[in-house]
């Protein structure tokens, strides 16, 4: 099988404080795998290793073999907080990740535009963020990681900051949008209902220092219902892993 | 946005706000009844006499500003282009101003009416202006400059970095056009402090012309009507330059918010 994308390994402390121990675990090629840990669990850090901004203390994280590198590899990354940027209009922030990859202005433009449409905000293009909402600055971050076609895409929390409506219709969307253009995809979240919604496979960490203490292959169909009794047991379940004081 | 009728109140007040002034000057200087309290019909004649007549030696007052003008540019200028490269070289590489600030900090607290006799000595003719000017306007911009870079928000350059960005990319995309509002501010204070050195620039430059040499040459004859002219027309040009700037600043910080205290 070519299913085989990500391999990490790694374990990450700050100073005498250790937040990832030994998290071992593979990615594989356009999963859907969600990431769900109790808060302030070290789920950002995680984040941030595994798109290669942030190292990690021991181990690595390897894609097809190959040490994680934002230089080398395709990587994307939705931030948790908003992270627009403000000098830019829409148009510019989804295709900086473009420009930086070396794509032609015009390439880069016509893709922008299909990305911005994608997500829904056409006509939008040339506005500031501080024009725009909330929701939409979130729109404009998946945009941007959706542009560069990336190998790998990473959310972080990604509708943590959005109202319960919102985020409801984000995630519909982004199932939407990761059916329709297969990607592999890391989701991380404290939402268990999103978890068990979005992911085709769910890894459960532990407070801190945070290790893996579950998995869950999600095989239901898609779209999922909220309200399905299998969907309420596995998402009890899950919830009472999390919970767990050991 | 304001609206135009905001505006128009905007002016109406500031207007008002004038005139209110101007009525209690007015009452101070009828209750004194003192050449040094000139009133303001005073005032005015002696601003038509340095228009018409010019000064004591015959400099019209235009002339006055115009070479005070270009004492203030070349200092300012001089500050900004030393201060905006040397604020953004510190900034990104800490280690240079951790390594100098014990050279650096005193200097700043070093008010510059106390380098006036090290100026004499060690300048003539246009460089003393200059220098003094610089002293002033130097600080504030450089010192805005370099704490405007620590205060990029790591989260923007991180967006760029996960694709791959390189450092070089990263200050001319993120970390530039986040300094520029604030280096723009410290320009402003600049400028005003630039302003401030004037009188004192040219209490030392040894030409007859300028506003602060206008100011210092009435002081000795005290003519109050003058000296009160050549204050007002530093205010009213250093406000005009202030409010130039902060119309370019508007044009180009467009991406920025409109904050609002009301």
Same mark, same amino acid.
Request: hydrophobic share 50%; net charge positive.
């Given at each position: 099988?070519d ?6 390994n790694i +374990?990450?402390?700050? &100073?005498?404080m250790? $937040?990832? =121990?030994?998290i071992?675990?593979?990615?594989k ?12 669990c ?8 595994l798109s ?7 181990? +690595?994280v390897t894609?097809r073999? !190959?040490?994680?590198?934002p230089?080398?590899h395709n990587?994307?990354?939705v931030?948790q907080?908003p ?5 830019y209009?829409m148009?510019?922030d989804?295709?900086s ?5 070396g ?5 880069a ?5 299909e $990305?911005i449409?994608l997500?829904?905000l056409?006509?939008?293009e040339?506005?500031f ?5 909330g929701?939409?600055?979130q729109?404009?971050?998946i945009?941007?990681a ?5 190998d790998?895409l ?7 900051h959005l109202?319960?409506q919102?985020?409801?219709?984000m995630?519909i969307?982004i199932?939407r949008?990761w059916?329709?253009?297969?990607k592999? #995809?890391?989701?991380?979240t404290?939402n268990?209902e999103?978890a068990?919604?979005?992911a085709s496979?769910?890894l459960?960490?532990?407070k801190?220092?945070a290790?893996?203490k /579950? ?9 999922r !219902?909220?309200?399905d009794?299998?969907f309420l047991e596995?998402? /009890?379940?899950i919830t ?5 004081? !050991? | 946005m ?6 128009l109140? +905007? ?5 008002l706000?004038?005139a209110v002034a101007a #009525?209690f ?8 009844q003192?050449?040094f309290f000139?009133s303001?019909a005073?005032?005015?004649?002696a601003?038509?006499g340095?228009?018409? #007549?010019g000064d004591? !030696?015959?400099? &019209?007052?235009f ?7 270009? =004492?203030?540019f070349?200092?300012f200028a001089?500050?900004?282009?030393l201060g905006?490269p040397?604020g953004?070289?510190?900034?990104l590489?800490?280690?240079l101003y951790?390594?100098?600030r014990?050279i @650096?900090?005193p ?7 106390a380098w006036i006799p090290?100026?004499i000595v060690?300048?003539v &003719?246009?460089?003393?202006y ?6 002033g306007?130097?600080?504030p911009?450089?010192?805005?400059t ?7 928000n ?5 967006v #760029?970095?996960?694709f791959g960005?390189k450092?070089?990319?990263i200050?001319r995309?993120?970390?530039?056009p986040?300094v520029?509002p ?8 600049g ?7 004037i009188v004192?620039?040219?209490? @030392?430059g040894g030409?007859m012309?300028?506003?602060?040499? *206008?100011i210092?040459?009435?002081a000795? *004859?005290?003519?109050? &009507?003058?000296i009160?002219v050549?204050m007002?027309?530093i205010?009213?040009i250093?406000?005009?330059?202030n ?9 180009i910080f467009?991406?920025?918010s409109?904050?609002?205290i009301?």
């Amino acid at each position: 099988m070519d299913s085989h994308l990500v391999d990490v390994n790694i +374990s990450k402390s700050f &100073g005498k404080m250790d $937040v990832l =121990r030994d998290i071992k675990f593979d990615v594989k090629l356009n999963e859907f795998l969600v990431i769900v840990g109790p808060t302030g669990c070290g789920k950002t850090t995680l984040a941030n290793i595994l798109s290669g901004i942030e190292t990690s203390t021991v181990g +690595s994280v390897t894609m097809r073999g !190959e040490k994680i590198n934002p230089h080398k590899h395709n990587i994307s990354l939705v931030f948790q907080e908003p992270s627009c940027i403000p000098w830019y209009t829409m148009l510019q922030d989804v295709t900086s990740g473009l420009c930086i990859k070396g794509v032609d202005s015009k390439t880069a433009d016509a893709r922008g535009r299909e $990305v911005i449409k994608l997500v829904g905000l056409e006509g939008y293009e040339d506005f500031f963020p501080r024009q725009i909402s909330g929701g939409m600055k979130q729109r404009v971050a998946i945009a941007r990681a959706y542009a560069t076609n990336p190998d790998l895409l990473i959310m972080d929390e990604p509708f943590g900051h959005l109202d319960a409506q919102t985020r409801y219709l984000m995630q519909i969307e982004i199932m939407r949008i990761w059916e329709q253009e297969k990607k592999t #995809v890391v989701f991380i979240t404290n939402n268990i209902e999103e978890a068990v919604y979005l992911a085709s496979r769910i890894l459960v960490l532990t407070k801190l220092p945070a290790t893996i203490k /579950a998995e869950y292959p999600i095989t239901f169909p898609r779209p999922r !219902e909220l309200t399905d009794p299998a969907f309420l047991e596995l998402r /009890a379940e899950i919830t009472t892993q999390c919970e767990i004081v !050991e | 946005m304001e609206g135009r009728k905001e505006q128009l109140k +905007s002016v109406f007040y500031n207007l008002l706000s004038i005139a209110v002034a101007a #009525v209690f000057w007015s009452l101070f200087s009828a209750w004194q009844q003192s050449p040094f309290f000139p009133s303001i019909a005073q005032i005015w004649k002696a601003f038509i006499g340095l228009i018409t #007549v010019g000064d004591i !030696e015959g400099i &019209g007052l235009f002339s006055h500003i115009w070479a005070s003008l270009i =004492r203030i540019f070349a200092g300012f200028a001089a500050a900004c282009v030393l201060g905006i490269p040397l604020g953004l070289a510190m900034g990104l590489w800490p280690k240079l101003y951790k390594r100098t600030r014990a050279i @650096i900090e005193p200097i700043r607290f070093i008010p510059p009416i106390a380098w006036i006799p090290m100026a004499i000595v060690m300048l003539v &003719g246009f460089s003393r202006y200059a220098f003094l000017i610089w002293l002033g306007a130097f600080f504030p911009i450089f010192i805005t400059t370099l704490l405007s870079v620590t205060r990029v928000n790591p989260l923007h350059v991180n967006v #760029v970095k996960v694709f791959g960005a390189k450092r070089s990319y990263i200050i001319r995309k993120i970390v530039i056009p986040s300094v520029l509002p604030d280096i723009a501010t410290g320009m402003r204070v600049g400028l005003g402090i630039a302003w401030m050195c004037i009188v004192a620039a040219e209490m @030392i430059g040894g030409e007859m012309v300028g506003i602060g040499r *206008l100011i210092l040459k009435y002081a000795e *004859l005290i003519r109050m &009507g003058e000296i009160i002219v050549g204050m007002l027309i530093i205010g009213v040009i250093g406000f005009i330059m202030n409010e130039i700037f902060i119309i370019i600043e508007a044009r180009i910080f467009r991406w920025r918010s409109e904050v609002s205290i009301d």
